[in-house]
T-cell receptor
Framework: NAGVIQTPRHKVTGKGQEATLWCEPI?????VFWYRQTIVQGLEFLTY????????DSGMPKERFSAQMPNQSHSTLKIQSTQPQDSAVYLC????????????FGSGTRLTVL | QEKVQQSPESLIVPEGAMVSLNCSFS?????SIWWYQQHPGKGPKALI?????GNKKEGRLTVYLNRASLHVSLHIKDSQPSDSAVYLC???????????FGQGTKLSIKP
């Protein structure tokens, strides 16, 4: 089992461009989480899917950020009109059913907005 | 307002020493408290969790939870250089797997 796979590992965009980040959860896991990590804010929850349905997006910035899970094998996080303050490591995690259980994190995508 | 606070921010100890990390959380009704370990360039990895007041031991790790004082601690026995990492404490918000993380403690074990 390769674990949670995130692509790309690094992405550099210019201010105002769009960025799409990909996540492949562990096979058989029904819950997928997205987090953002910065030095200043630490690890922040963004959004969460269970069985492909959005459950909680309370951490998502209301504008420019969107997440989807079109099938059980991948989820995407899209940031429109990227801004320098969006620079961070975006981490995806999956778990069996989304309750109080171990989250398995990918290695993250480092997004740099110039 | 930060819900989960960790101390110290960083810690350097010699190999073989006992390590103690502290964490305070904000909601006594929270279901589980988790500790994760994160090495540079990697995602966090779950180490141990605790639900009930008291302690729980797994290998070289022991965690103590006191809900009345909203405090949890992680102790690492016989520390190894490979234990050098950032340790993250997390509160499981409403027991749905949505973790609220502290800022972390950077641990360095000197050979």
């Amino acid at each position: 089992n390769a674990g949670v796979i995130q692509t790309p590992r690094h992405k550099v965009t210019g201010k105002g461009q769009e960025a799409t980040l990909w996540c492949e959860p562990i096979s058989g896991h029904s819950a997928v989480f997205w987090y953002r990590q910065t030095i200043v804010q630490g690890l922040e929850f963004l959004t969460y899917f269970r069985n492909q349905a959005p459950i909680d997006d309370s951490g998502m910035p209301k504008e420019r950020f969107s997440a989807q899970m079109p099938n059980q094998s991948h989820s995407t996080l899209k940031i429109q009109s990227t801004q320098p303050q969006d620079s961070a490591v975006y981490l995806c995690a999956s778990s069996f059913w989304g309750g109080s259980e171990t989250l398995y994190f990918g290695s993250g995508t480092r997004l740099t907005v110039l | 307002q930060e819900k989960v606070q960790q101390s110290p921010e960083s810690l350097i100890v010699p190999e073989g020493a006992m390590v103690s990390l502290n964490c305070s959380f904000s909601d006594s009704a929270s279901q589980s408290i988790w500790w994760y370990q994160q090495h540079p360039g990697k995602g966090p990895k779950a180490l141990i969790s605790i639900f009930s007041n008291g302690n729980k031991k797994e290998g070289r790790l022991t965690v103590y939870l006191n809900r009345a004082s909203l405090h949890v601690s992680l102790h690492i026995k016989d520390s190894q250089p490979s234990d050098s990492a950032v340790y993250l404490c997390a509160e499981d918000d409403y027991n749905q797997g949505k973790l609220i993380f502290g800022q972390g403690t950077k641990l360095s074990i000197k050979p």
